[in-house]
Structures are given as C-alpha cells and as structure tokens.
C-alpha cells in the first residue's frame, strides 16, 4: 500500500510535466511569417569625434538596409558616453551618424561611406567617428 502510494503522485507529476512541456513547445513556436528574436544581433558601439576622440553623446544613428527595397530605417540615440546598443538582423547596412555641427560621418579605418555588415553572432561591435566643423 506504501509502494502504491508513491506511485500515483509520481504519475501525476510526470503527466503534469508532459503537459507543461508539450504547451510550451506550442507557445514557442514561431508563425511562418512573423521574424523571430533570435534573428536579431546585438550590435553595440560608440560615436567619437575624429579629431579628440572624445566620446559624443546625442549622436543620432541611423541604420538602412542594403537592400533593393529596404524596410524604414532604424535609429538610435547615442547615451551620454557616446555609446548605443541596437538589436539588427543579420545583413549589411549604410549607416548616417548625426550630431549638431558635426560633418560627414566615417568610420574608424576612414572609410567615409560608413556601411557596416551584422554578423550572425552574440555581439557586433562599430565605431563611428563624426569630423568637428573647424579642422584638427
């Protein structure tokens, strides 16, 4: 009586779990046309000014994919340190960095088209850099 005992809430938890399992198996399963989170990356990075190097903050980064017909752009806003964190699906991008006063954008290996390729991965890292109005 003991042994039988044991048994019947062992059953019931076992079956609860299949349960659980099998809903969330279903809750997790994405539509055929809806864009799943995990095929967004993490790029992150920071907007610097080309001639000190400091930090900008209020940067306004605008992202557009290199496409034949691309969807909106995105943007993001630099924090107060001169660093954003956007989430992106994989692919390349030209990228508009935006600052009162400040020229045309670049990148860090003067490349002054700035267009930028997300990787599949955890992390992508930019460094944008945005030339001051009077020369260094």
Known sequence: ????SLASPRAT???ALLLLLSLGSMALTP???????????LAIGGVRDACTGA??????LTFTEAVEHPP???RVTTNPGGQFAIELPPGHYSVAALLDDYG???NTDGDLVSVITV???LVNHFVFVLHPPSPC
């Open 1 to 4: 009586m003991f042994h039988r």
């Open 13 to 15: 938890l076992a079956l």
């Open 31 to 41: 539509a055929a046309d809806a864009a799943t989170p995990a095929s967004f990356q």
């Open 55 to 60: 930090h900008l903050g209020g940067a306004v």
């Open 72 to 74: 909106a752009p995105i």
């Open 104 to 106: 045309q954008p670049g």
């Open 119 to 121: 990787r599949t991965g």
